[in-house]
């Protein structure tokens, strides 16, 4: 499990640095509005990311866990919400992501707007 680092989108322009995606990462949730996490697919295939959530809905049924499919050759944008925080198991204000394919290809970089 690799600790992402958010890098920070400034006026002047970004270009944000990406490295290979794990199969399993934590990641800065921000305010819970600010802050994306940035997968870019380089493979021939979907893969998908998933977003852990922690605990269980007011029904006692657990938290669905977010599932992203980052098209093959291209890009998604994960708005990483305060309800993703897994304080147990990524750390004080962050979330764990989770992907289907461990390709070097498949590239991540973390954003903050703000």
Request: proline share 8%; glycine share 12%; charged share 15%.
């Amino acid at each position: 499990m690799a600790a992402l680092t958010t890098q920070l989108l400034v006026n002047a322009g970004t270009a944000p640095e990406f490295g290979a995606a794990a199969a399993s990462d934590t990641a800065e949730v921000g305010t819970g509005s600010n802050t994306f996490a940035v997968y870019r697919n380089g493979t021939a295939d979907p893969v998908d990311v998933t977003v852990v959530v922690p605990g269980n809905t007011s029904y006692g049924q657990p938290t669905p866990d977010p599932v992203i499919a980052v098209p093959a050759g291209g890009e998604a944008w994960i708005p990483l919400r305060r309800e993703y925080v897994d304080r147990a198991g990524a750390g004080v204000g962050r979330c764990t992501l989770n992907t289907s394919d461990q390709d070097p290809a498949l590239e991540v970089a973390v954003v903050r707007v703000g």
